[in-house]
C-alpha cells in the first residue's frame, strides 16, 4: 500500500510561484513514474506534468510548459511541482498519483493518488 500526501498548495497572485510536493510512504516509489494531475470546479481532471523513475525523461502539459518544472528525489521518496507565472486559469486542486505504465497523460495508467492540495491564483 503507498499514501501520497501532497503539500504546498495555498492562495498566490497571479504572476507568484508555488512549490508543490508530493510524499510518499508506505512503500518507495523510487521504481515508478510519478504525476501530477488537477481539476478545477466543474471541470475534468486533467494532466499536467510526469516523470520518470529516473527523473530523465520528463511531460507536460502545453498549459503550462515553461512555467512548471516537475522533478523528484527518491532518497527522499517525494516528487515536486514547482509552478512559477501562475495564472488565475491555473487554479485547481492538484493531485500526485504513481504511474504503473511510465511516464503517461493518461489517469488511467495511474494506480495511487493523493487527496489534493488547492492552488487559488487571484487575479
Known amino acids: 500500500q503507498v499514501q501520497l500526501v501532497e503539500s504546498g498548495g495555498g492562495l498566490v497572485q497571479a504572476g507568484g510561484s508555488l512549490r508543490l510536493s508530493c510524499a510518499a510512504s508506505?512503500?518507495?516509489?523510487?521504481?515508478?513514474?510519478m504525476g501530477w494531475f488537477r481539476q478545477a470546479p466543474g471541470k475534468e481532471r486533467e494532466f499536467v506534468a510526469g516523470?520518470?523513475?529516473?527523473?530523465?525523461?520528463?511531460a507536460y502539459a502545453d498549459s503550462v510548459k515553461g512555467r512548471f518544472t516537475i522533478s523528484r528525489d527518491n532518497a527522499k521518496n517525494t516528487v515536486y511541482l514547482q509552478m512559477n507565472s501562475l495564472k488565475p486559469e491555473d487554479t485547481a486542486v492538484y493531485y500526485c498519483?504513481?504511474?504503473?505504465?511510465?511516464?503517461?497523460?493518461?489517469?488511467?495508467?495511474?494506480?495511487?493518488w493523493g487527496q489534493g492540495t488547492q492552488v487559488t491564483v487571484s487575479s
Open positions: 516523470i520518470s523513475r529516473t527523473g530523465d525523461n520528463t
Open positions: 508506505g512503500r518507495t516509489v523510487s521504481s515508478y513514474a
Open positions: 498519483a504513481r504511474s504503473i505504465v511510465g511516464v503517461t497523460r493518461t489517469s488511467r495508467g495511474y494506480d495511487y
